[in-house]
């Protein structure tokens, strides 16, 4: 596992934002980098959520009964990220793609 300051890690982050705006879809090459891009963000926010998840839990079992005055940050973080944590894919962004301009 490369550390993330080291070269293999920094030739392996992406180079192209999570979204389709201003790529060209005959080139294949930025077709998939920005694919993967849109993965890799929504892999983020699904694992943001797992520790987040993984937190509250631990603080409901440490708070016993005083669990919703103690925990209600947590359990509000979690909420909000629950919203967006699935993994839904690239396609439909993708195909259904409208640019800002």
């Known amino acids: 596992m490369p550390t993330p300051e080291s070269d293999l890690f920094k030739a392996k982050k992406p180079t ?26 929504q892999w983020v926010r699904s694992m943001m959520a797992r520790l987040v998840r993984e937190e509250l839990s631990k603080c409901y079992y440490k708070e016993g009964v005083n669990h919703l005055e103690k925990c209600g940050r947590l359990r509000e973080r979690y909420f909000e990220l629950l919203k967006e944590s699935k993994i839904r894919g690239y396609i439909f962004q993708q195909q259904n793609y409208v640019s800002k301009e």
């Open 16 to 41: 192209v934002p999570p979204t389709f705006d201003g790529v060209d879809y005959d080139d294949n090459k930025r077709l998939a980098q920005a694919r993967d891009a849109v993965i890799r963000e």
